[in-house]
């Protein structure tokens, strides 16, 4: 199990933070829809999570916006995968 979306924990929790202020300083404002970036912040933000998913299989993350585990289901004391 591990963290996930590492990289982009600090920014994303900063637009949570402006998000909840937002809201309750204008009560007739939804925050919470956000559509498709343009092509190159898609882009990158997909270049981002690739290379993420290399590193995580490798090290584990202390935090993230994400959690991940890998689990075993074990049947009859055998090990299934």
Do not use: W
Request: positive net charge.
């Amino acid at each position: 199990m591990s963290h996930f979306n590492t990289f982009l924990f600090f920014p994303i929790l900063m637009v949570r933070i402006l998000q909840r202020a937002i809201k309750r300083l204008s009560r007739g404002i939804s925050t919470e829809s956000m559509g498709m970036p343009p092509e190159p912040v898609n882009e990158a933000l997909k270049r981002l999570f690739l290379l993420e998913s290399r590193i995580v299989f490798k090290h584990d993350f202390p935090l993230g916006v994400s959690l991940f585990a890998i689990l075993e289901k074990q049947h009859g004391g055998e090990t299934l995968k």
